[in-house]
């Protein structure tokens, strides 16, 4: 197994184990009686339902966001709200401030509001543990002190901080000509993720990496490379101006001097990229959603490959796979589809937390997959937010569709909520309808800039 995803797993079994999942029951959710009278109700508009499920999933970040911070919570239980009720998430902190933009648009929230909490999450940053520059993956929402992710993971964590930085510069973009008030904060959001030391990083090496820790330093030793979810941590890297890197690092690095492609084909689609772990139907749905929440993949493309071109693929093949249904799952199907990491249950009735792709299909279905896939896939991800919706009183809660369920297993619901599935749908689908995030992110000239050094094509270059 490639190490990128070995760890990803390992991390995430010991985060179920860190969570006291033994407080958390599953509940199967009782299939309707089909002999029982519906009464029919009005039918809802694509732009209606689209703007029901932003809103409705925009209050996993603002009704039930940390709080004393204002940041992400790791997750949430509706029914059980103990559960890591102060574990913030740096990554899905990042995803929350591009929602809080959405929501300030959308008129969830006046815009007085969202800077408000814009300025509490901020304040909450500059003052937590940072490692290097580098925030740890969780924080300790009411002393701003790092929680170990793992007995080695206690340091600052690349990645997450990537996705940070993507939703500080959406900030930064934002507020930067609005009041006095609004322009400060604006330069706060860009002053935190240039302190980052992206550099620091690479070990002197032609990489970066993903951990450092005061305690291990670099034992944990995981180089990012591609292709997988850690894109957005090269463009972010190579667009400081005070801790940047080189090409070299991203050619020796994410695109392994040109190992990262493939010429794997399934169900009539190139992959055109080697998939860690997942060479021949691809991996999870969320390596094509975090680093283009902001990153436009629009006519992206660099010395290897189009990155438009592998998201609409990976999507593609995704959808089809669960269209076929080797598996014969109960359920799938043209408007039931969308593999990606997500809580998930086993045959044998043991739940936790998986990694679904074609090549470990659990059938379980996490309707993040499918709805933040809307850019690339708009038909077919509005049949699956169809069938959601259709499915409400089962699948839909009180931040958003529920993170995981399954037709398959009487058609059991995980009836929580994780952050960084929570984001990309609220954000992709307003880069589906306006392009708001996408336009804010490459507007910035430090990430065009970036984008430069890396030898990228992009659009409105």
């Not at 792709?357 to 690339?376: F, H, Q, R």
Request: net charge negative; glycine share 10%.
């Amino acid at each position: 197994m490639n190490k990128t995803l070995g760890y990803y797993l390992l991390t995430i079994l010991i985060l179920w184990s860190c969570s006291g999942s033994d407080d958390y029951t599953y509940v199967p959710t009782e299939l309707p009686n089909e002999s029982e009278e519906t009464v029919d109700e009005p039918e809802i508009t694509d732009a209606e339902l689209l703007d029901l499920i932003q809103e409705t999933t925009f209050k996993y970040f603002w009704d039930f966001a940390e709080v004393n911070s204002g940041c992400a919570r790791e997750r949430y239980h509706p029914f059980d709200t103990s559960n890591n009720a102060n574990v913030v998430t740096t990554g899905g902190t990042g995803f929350g401030l591009m929602a809080i933009i959405v929501g300030i648009e959308r008129g969830f929230i006046s815009r007085e509001e969202g800077v408000e909490r814009f300025d509490k999450i901020l304040s909450f940053l500059a003052a937590a543990d940072r490692f290097h520059g580098a925030w740890p993956h969780w924080i300790n929402g009411t002393s701003g002190e790092v929680i170990p992710f793992s007995t080695e993971d206690d340091g600052g964590d690349l990645v997450e901080t990537a996705f940070l930085a993507q939703g500080l510069i959406c900030v930064y973009e934002y507020l930067k000509e609005g009041t006095d008030s609004e322009r400060l904060l604006a330069e706060k959001a860009n002053d935190l993720w240039k302190g980052v030391e992206w550099d620091w990083y690479t070990q002197d090496q032609e990489v970066l990496y993903w951990h450092w820790s005061p305690t291990y330093d670099f034992s944990i030793n995981m180089e990012l490379t591609g292709y997988n979810e850690v894109l957005i941590a090269y463009v972010m890297a190579a667009a400081s101006s005070d801790h940047g890197i080189g090409k070299e690092v991203y050619t020796s690095g994410w695109a392994s001097n040109g190992g990262v492609l493939s010429s794997n084909t399934a169900y009539g689609y190139p992959l055109l990229v080697k998939h860690n772990g997942a060479e021949n139907y691809g991996g999870p749905l969320f390596w094509s959603h975090y680093s283009y929440l902001g990153l436009n993949p629009k006519e992206l493309s660099d010395d290897y490959v189009n990155y438009w071109n592998v998201n609409l693929n990976h999507s593609k093949i995704n959808y089809n796979h669960c269209v076929e249904n080797p598996n014969e799952y109960e359920g799938y199907g043209e408007d039931c589809w969308g593999l990606t990491a997500s809580y998930s249950r086993n045959s044998d009735g043991t739940t936790g937390y998986a990694a679904h792709k074609p090549e470990n299909d659990l059938g379980v279905i996490s309707p993040t997959a499918a709805i933040s896939a809307m850019p690339y896939t708009p038909d077919e991800s509005m049949a699956a937010l169809r069938y959601f919706y259709k499915n409400k009183d089962k699948l839909l809660g009180v931040a958003g569709f529920y993170d995981a369920f399954s037709p398959e297993y009487d058609y059991w619901v995980a009836e929580a909520y994780l952050a960084i599935d929570q984001g990309p749908q609220i954000i992709m689908i307003e880069n589906y309808r306006t392009g708001l995030l996408w336009n804010l992110y490459m507007q910035n000239t430090d990430v065009k800039a970036g984008l430069d050094k890396l030898g990228f094509n992009y659009a409105g270059k």
